[in-house]
């Protein structure tokens, strides 16, 4: 069991500035099994602009995610290849001969640097760009893997599908198999199943391919 000594780990328990009370629809879910994480990420340019969560969630890992963000807000994603747990810890200390945590196995340990290292890898979005199906390789049903993927990532980028996804988390390419698509959308409340039903419409459109399947993976 993880002991928190420090009184300022405590105070951002009872006070927490990045750890939400519920997701939000702008929020991607942390793929591991071993932790339920709701994370949600803002960039200003280059740099990190706001950095949230949400989940059922212990208290070690609450505060030590409460120190990875604070330590990241305002600089690069590319910070998290230096930021260890032992930075984050010490940010939590009061004195700095005195840790702030005792007791976290390194099983406790691995799972919160999976979560580093997923949101590391957080996609950054290009600018839109208006979206047209070429036939020069073929039609959808035809084309290798590879260009399927590019294909589907232009048509998610396009100004129409963010205009429906306004003021939601942007649809994401999970996988593509044959004429089913993988996309990580929101799918919770009824505007969301909605708005994805006029993504797989515009999809079958977009590339004529009356069979293409669109499959939520929120």
């Known amino acids: ?32 099994e071993e932790i339920n994480l709701w994370v949600a990420l803002e960039w200003d340019g280059a740099n990190v602009k706001k950095l949230s969560f ?18 990241l807000i305002g600089k690069p994603i590319t910070k998290l290849d230096d930021l260890s747990l032992r930075e984050c810890e010490a940010f939590l200390r009061d004195r700095n001969s005195e840790n702030a945590l005792e007791g976290m196995t390194e099983v406790e340990e691995n ?10 890898v957080w996609p950054r979005y290009e600018a839109p760009v208006e979206y047209h199906f ?5 039609p959808f049903y035809r084309l290798k893997l590879v260009d399927k993927i590019k294909a589907i990532k232009a048509f998610l980028n396009s100004p129409e599908i963010l205009t ?13 198999e044959d004429l089913t698509v993988y996309i990580h959308a929101p799918y919770s409340s009824e505007r969301e199943r909605s708005a994805f039903e006029e993504l797989h419409l515009l999809g079958v459109a977009a590339f004529q391919e009356e069979n293409l399947n669109f499959i939520p993976d929120a």
């Not at 949400?54 to 330590?71: C, F, T």
């Not at 070429?134 to 073929?138: F, I, K, P, R, T």
């Open 134 to 138: 070429s036939y020069e390789n073929g």
């Open 1 to 32: 069991m993880v002991t928190i000594k420090s009184q300022r780990a405590q105070k951002l328990l009872e006070h927490p500035i990045h750890i939400k009370n519920q997701q939000d629809s702008f929020m991607k879910r942390f793929p591991g």
């Open 111 to 120: 799972e919160l640097k999976k979560v580093f290292q997923w949101i590391r």
């Open 54 to 71: 949400a989940g059922d969630l212990q208290d070690h890992q609450k505060i030590l995610l409460e120190s990875m963000a604070s330590l």
């Open 164 to 176: 429906l996804y306004e003021n939601m988390a942007r649809p994401e390419l999970v996988d593509v």
